[in-house]
């Protein structure tokens, strides 16, 4: 079957595939990744060694451009495996979900997510402020992510947030939505350009004023809630 050279990458950025062929010990260990089982079963159902396993997966992620170290790895890998058409387009992607975040951990995320910063998680949620910081790290860790917007720039692009949760968030922020009316073309490219972190050196007051917030994450926030189109419950992240 023929690859196509370039596919929308799951992160959200281009990856660029000079030619991504999979032998057929790959392509089996794959499909076994998809149903969920792990490194010692798919050896089992294989009838091989468990670093034979380990081996093929790290492959994989080299392959696929991933980082294989954060707990989506999995996730992504058979994502961009359905994209490609190495895996059926009906995968049953919830298999591969296990639960990422203490109860807490769950509290800090989608208040994160929800554009709040550490004083506001710290009071409504009565923990310190080091505390909010801590499990916003750790939940950064767990995700592979290296920032807050770069964290909710996937959560709404990967689908890790419900659309109930998106709904609630776009009737809190409905006001600030609607005035992206008021921006000019040019500066609406830039705020999208600023939330996919493709353009930083500007002066983004201009467009602040314009939408009514105080920083560049509401700012981000705003514009995410406002192209969101809703995703396939198959595909949450569990917290």
Not at 142 to 151: D, P
Not at 207 to 213: E, N, Q
């Amino acid at each position: 079957m023929a690859r196509p050279e370039q596919a929308s990458g799951i992160s959200g950025f281009d990856i660029t595939f000079s030619s991504l062929e999979l032998g057929p010990l790959d392509e089996e260990v794959l499909k076994h990744l998809a149903t969920g089982l792990s490194n010692r079963e798919i050896a089992m159902a294989l009838g091989k060694p468990a670093s034979t396993v380990e081996y093929h997966i790290h492959t994989l992620y080299l392959k696929f451009g991933i980082k294989g170290r954060h707990p989506m790895a999995r996730h992504e890998l058979v994502r961009l495996g359905i994209k490609l058409d190495y895996l059926p387009p009906d995968t049953d992607l919830s298999k591969l979900e296990p639960s990422f975040f203490t109860p807490r951990e769950t509290d800090v995320f989608q208040l994160v997510v929800s554009g709040k910063k550490t004083p506001e998680i710290t009071t409504i949620l009565g923990i310190t402020q080091n505390r909010v910081k801590k499990h916003r790290q750790t939940i950064l860790g767990k995700l592979g992510v290296g920032s807050t917007v770069e964290l909710m720039i996937k959560a709404f692009s990967e689908g890790w947030v419900d659309n109930s949760f998106v709904e609630n968030l776009k009737n809190e922020f409905a006001p600030e939505i609607a005035r992206l009316a008021d921006l000019s073309p040019e500066e609406y490219k830039e705020l999208a350009e600023l939330t996919n972190g493709a353009k930083r050196q500007v002066n983004a007051t201009p467009i602040l004023k314009k939408l009514g917030v105080k920083n560049r994450r509401k700012a981000a926030l705003v514009y995410l809630l406002a192209t969101y189109e809703g995703k396939d419950e198959k595909q949450s992240l569990r917290t």
